[in-house]
């Protein structure tokens, strides 16, 4: 059998396809970090039994013009981003996907957002280097002069502008608690963190036993969480799910950290409540328009942490992936059931 190869896959892995496949051919994102284009994909896969992508795309003509085909692995969380499923469904052509790869990475990102917001990292990180307002400054009290704002106690020194809360004791409140979710929720209770959960597909005992956390309505979640996570997928049910309304329900000292969808999220409500000072801050990674503009309404608020959609980007995410990958992918030929099969209807 022939492979092709255009995601980024750890050689350890390779070897062990090289047990299956006569023949591997590594081209696209995973060698150059130049996507193919579906012409170049259509002329690749002519003679292929299998590939593996990452970002290159199988549109359904790319599927149907490879007549050999006979499994598909994404490495994407989502595949659907560049995959015809459909597609490749109707051909009987299992799709194999990466989901969960960058669990580890989107949570220990979202945490460090968290942190950095509600600490002020960032935001004093910024100060000392590139203004005055902090580093050299000196406040005078009675005509007395006081040393470098840093170590002083006066009102107005970092030492009291920029204090925030522990998270320890705290409640965190998770919208949706999938592989990501379930990450973050062990982190927060690493951190001596209450775990309030929103997620109408797990019942309250699986919560309780896996991380142990409770159950709540949205409604209760967004009243009494101390600090928001959201980690739904974008559904029908979820699109446009934290409106206003919700917004307004949180606590005035309360912050949101979005690293999931910016769908899920009406962003103009967002915008008002953090004008308005009903909430503490956000952290944001994700946005409805990316890149992010220049003259974006959130780049002028103070207590809001914005981040380019890098909470799941990291160089041990190909490590993750090339292991799921190549394990589905030795179980299918050998006549198993792969575990992260997108349209499984086709090996009924």
């Known amino acids: 059998m022939?492979?092709?190869?255009?995601?980024?896959?750890?050689?350890?892995?390779?070897?062990?396809?090289?047990?299956?496949?006569?023949?591997i051919e590594f081209a696209g994102w995973g060698t150059d970090k130049v996507k193919l284009s579906e012409d170049e994909m259509v002329k690749?896969?002519?003679?292929?039994?299998?590939?593996?992508?990452?970002?290159?795309?199988?549109?359904?003509?790319?599927?149907?013009?490879?007549?050999h085909l006979r499994l598909i692995a994404c490495c994407r969380n989502e595949p659907e981003a560049n995959v015809d499923v459909a597609a490749a469904t109707a051909r009987g052509i299992p799709v194999l996907s990466g989901a969960g790869r960058n669990a580890v990475s989107v949570a220990e990102f979202t945490f460090g957002m968290l942190l950095s917001l509600v600490r002020n990292i960032a935001r004093t990180d910024?100060?000392?280097?590139?203004?005055?307002?902090?580093?050299?400054?000196e406040y005078s009290r009675n005509d007395q002069l006081k040393?470098?704002?840093?170590?002083?106690?006066?009102?107005?020194?970092?030492?009291n502008r920029f204090g925030g809360p522990e998270l320890h004791g705290k409640a965190l409140g998770l919208v949706g608690m999938g592989t990501i979710g379930r990450v973050v929720a062990k982190l927060g209770r690493a951190f001596g963190m209450d775990l309030l959960v929103y997620?109408?597909?797990?019942?309250?005992?699986?919560?309780?036993?896996?991380?142990?956390?409770?159950?709540?309505?949205?409604e209760s979640l967004m009243q009494v969480a101390d600090f928001i996570s959201l980690h739904a997928k974008v559904t029908d049910e979820t699109r446009g799910l934290i409106d206003y309304r919700y917004l307004s329900m949180m606590k005035p000292s309360a912050y949101l950290v979005n690293t999931a969808r910016a769908a899920i999220m009406d962003y103009d409500a967002l915008y008002r409540v953090l004008r308005e000072g009903k909430i503490a801050g956000a952290a944001l990674d994700v946005f409805p328009s990316e890149p992010i503009s220049g003259d974006d309404p959130f780049l002028t608020?103070?207590?809001?942490?914005?981040?380019?959609?890098?909470?799941?980007?990291?160089p041990d995410i190909p490590k993750h992936h090339s292991q799921m990958i190549t394990d589905?992918?030795?179980?299918?030929?050998?006549?198993?059931?792969?575990k992260r099969i997108m349209n499984p209807v086709v090996l009924e």
Not at 47 to 66: C, L, Q, T
Not at 126 to 137: N, R, V, Y
Not at 147 to 159: I, K, N, R, Y
Not at 199 to 218: A, C, H, N, Q, W
């Open 2 to 23: 022939k492979l092709l190869i255009t995601a980024r896959m750890i050689p350890e892995d390779v070897d062990r396809l090289r047990g299956i496949f006569s023949e």
């Open 147 to 159: 040393g470098p704002s840093e170590w002083s106690l006066d009102p107005g020194a970092p030492f």
């Open 199 to 218: 997620d109408p597909y797990l019942t309250e005992e699986g919560i309780r036993e896996e991380v142990g956390g409770r159950k709540v309505s949205l």
């Open 126 to 137: 910024h100060l000392l280097k590139h203004t005055g307002e902090i580093t050299g400054m």
């Open 301 to 314: 608020l103070e207590n809001v942490l914005l981040t380019p959609h890098l909470a799941g980007s990291s």
């Open 44 to 67: 690749r896969l002519s003679d292929k039994d299998a590939v593996i992508i990452e970002f290159e795309p199988m549109s359904k003509r790319v599927v149907d013009s490879a007549p």
């Open 328 to 338: 589905d992918i030795l179980t299918y030929f050998a006549g198993g059931r792969p």
